[in-house]
């Protein structure tokens, strides 16, 4: 089987491709390596560097014919999306466009999107279900949104199939301090060089951190699922306090960790957990790693760069 890879350089994408090539698939990626790494690329897949908005990504999808499409590749940063909407835009929506059409054009089997929790906006009621209703505070989470839409009436008029995985907040070896979710990379570097930690409010708001060896499960599953065409929160429903997290990185460093409190930000989300009852159902899919394991892989590698 023959799978495409969008943003397979990055973070996350490089450990789906990790994945799918320890299951013997055949894997090709295609990134722009603006935020992903020459070095992340596992030497096994097949890499063009290409914009996923390109007119050659036709070109590819014609010649290679794939059978599955992950698509990561995306312009992943809140702030950037309130300061240039239409870069967003561009990348997010049209980008994802430029896919889907490859896609039905060539008759793909699968399509697997990675969106996120920036689709819910602010909720009240923990944790948050599929179903909850969507009012995103950024163009990102809007623009991730309108991607779903998209997926869904590809599905309808030209019946591509689909997956869509909603992630939480992702953690694990070989993310930037750029990207959503990024909270644990850069306390992780801050506390490894001895540095003091920034902590916007009073640090007892809640995250749901997600391994990244768990989200690439996922990704996996969602091949192998029989019935597709679901939109699945991947997470482990468990709410952890910014000063907890901190506590468990200064154990697992063995330092005294040094915090600044300031300001909490305009428009934070105040606490957050997912829903993966319908990942555990549908998708046959459970986060293994736990969060003190999951750290402690974390603080390791990311503080030796
Ligand atoms: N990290 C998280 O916590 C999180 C949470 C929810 C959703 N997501 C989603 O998961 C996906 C992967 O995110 P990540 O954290 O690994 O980010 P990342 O920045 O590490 O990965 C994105 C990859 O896409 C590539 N890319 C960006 N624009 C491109 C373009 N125009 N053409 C080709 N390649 C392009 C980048 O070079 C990079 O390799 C994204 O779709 C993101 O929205 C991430």
Redesign the pocket.
Known sequence: MKVLV??G?????SHVVDKLIQEKYQVVI???????LQENINPSATFFQ????SEEVLTLFMCEKFDFVIH?????MVHKSLETPSYDCD?NVM?TVNILEACRKTGVKRIVF????AVYGNVTTLPVMETNQKAPTSFYGLS?LTCENYLSLYKEVYGLDYMILR?A??YGERQ?DG???GVISIFTRKISQDQSVLIFGDGSQTRDFIYVGDVANANYQSLLVGSANKICNISTQIETSVNSLIDHIGMISGKMVSRNYNEKREGDIYKSSLSNAIARKDLDWQPHMTLIEGLDKTYHSLSKL
Request: aromatic share 6%; no cysteine; hydrophobic share 35%.
């Open positions: 969008t943003g350089a990055g973070f996350i994408g295609i990134d722009n390596l603006s935020t992903g290409l914009d996923i908005r990561l590749a995306a312009q992943t990348i980008g990675s969106s996120t929790a991730k992630y907040n992702v930037g990207g959503e979710g």
